[in-house]
């Protein structure tokens, strides 16, 4: 596929050498990073016109390019398709081929319900997929045919063709959801966290990302203040450093393969938002480069609780301080969980996930 009948490439935008931007690529890398800008907004019911991403881009290629070593690519602008059908299929199409090449695309603009097709690209490269979706709400309509920010999880779930081995939904309103929406993910097994939640504690929501393949982030999710930063602005939410922190854990993943950022208000011409989303991106590129700098090889000590005579094992990562909960030999097969969990347990409470874990 010939990537410039469907791409506008980045404006030159004037950096030092010790800038993030003086050090992006010329072409797509291996084991790298690449930035593709969206402007179809069509499945929240907006439009598909072209946005300007320049300013967004000046603040983010201005911030310091540190001692970054995983090499970044700048893709450029994704011209909408005629119909979403069409924009879905480019868009799968151009995050393939940075699967092939084992490069993280991250996914800036457009609507939410592109996150199916996120998900359809990395399906076709990887199977059992570990999503794990940062949103306000959670909806499972079912209705219409068209993908949209509505109905796309419901399409996810009930495909044949698509086989999701875990489910994590993080920072929903209780007051946006219904009642029976809630119950019925907790029924199904999927783990749910409140905004509540994670409010100033960002590393509680670090769990639920370690081992993840593909994180979306709803912008909805992060408050809005004077003026809007998403496209369903909403006055509560995640705070600015909140999503950064958190956008730095998604970047920790050691099994993150893709990331969208969708629902975002990418041409507000508010300075103070386009910071925010150039921040969003540049923590999630430090959180993949202090990744990529972690030995291969894990050192572990295990912890033994004793509750009402059950023997209890919590194991932590010597080298990244990280624990986690279970009884099988492989590392692997174990629940990664927080500090707070060893504690509590020495107190007598497991916590329900822990519960749900052991059954």
Same mark, same amino acid.
């Given at each position: 596929m010939n990537y410039e009948d469907f791409i506008i490439p980045p404006k030159y935008i004037k950096t030092e050498k010790w800038q993030f931007g003086s050090q992006l690529k010329d072409e797509l890398p291996e084991a790298g990073i690449a930035l593709l800008w969206v402007s179809d907004y069509r499945g929240a019911g907006e439009s598909?016109?072209?946005?300007?991403?320049t300013s967004v881009r000046r603040q983010l290629y201005? =911030? @310091?390019?540190?001692d970054f070593e995983v090499p970044v690519y700048d893709f450029g602008d994704l011209i909408s398709g005629k119909?979403?059908?069409?924009?879905?299929?480019?868009?799968?199409?151009? =995050? @393939?081929s940075c699967h092939y090449k084992k490069t993280i695309p991250v996914v800036i603009g457009g609507s939410n319900d592109l996150s199916f097709s996120v998900y359809s690209a990395l399906h076709f490269h990887h199977k059992n997929i570990s999503y794990t979706q940062i949103s306000d709400r959670i909806s499972l309509a079912a209705e219409g045919a068209?993908?949209?920010?509505?109905n796309f999880l419901s399409k996810l779930f009930s495909s044949k063709n698509f086989s999701i081995n875990k489910y994590h939904h993080l920072?929903?309103?209780k007051h946006l959801n219904e009642v029976d929406t809630i119950k019925m993910m907790n029924e199904v097994d999927f783990d749910v966290m409140r905004l509540a939640e994670m409010m100033n504690r960002p590393d509680k929501a670090e769990p639920f990302l370690r081992i993840t393949d593909m994180v979306t982030v709803n912008c909805d999710a992060v408050e809005s203040m004077s003026d809007c930063f998403s496209i369903h602005p909403?006055?509560?939410g995640l705070n600015r450093r909140e999503i950064c922190a958190i956008m730095k854990e998604i970047g920790l993943g050691r099994n993150l393969k893709s990331v969208g950022i969708f629902n975002v208000v990418a041409d507000?011409?508010?300075?103070?938002?386009?910071?925010l989303l150039a921040q969003m991106i540049w923590y999630l590129t430090e959180g993949i480069n202090i990744r990529k700098s972690h030995p291969e090889e894990r050192?572990?000590?295990?912890?033994?609780?004793l509750i009402d005579d059950a023997q209890y094992a919590f194991r932590r990562d010597i080298f990244s301080n990280l624990w986690y909960f279970g009884n099988s030999e492989s590392i692997e097969d174990w629940l990664p969980c927080t500090i707070d969990d060893y504690e509590n347990a020495k107190r007598g409470i497991l916590s329900s996930r822990l519960l749900k874990f052991l059954h």
């Open positions: 598909a016109e072209m946005l300007d991403f201005q =911030l @310091s390019g540190l119909t979403r059908e069409d924009t879905n299929y480019i868009l799968q199409e151009i =995050l @393939s068209e993908i949209t920010e509505n920072g929903y309103q909403q006055v509560n507000s011409g508010n300075i103070l938002n386009e910071q050192e572990f000590e295990t912890f033994w609780v």
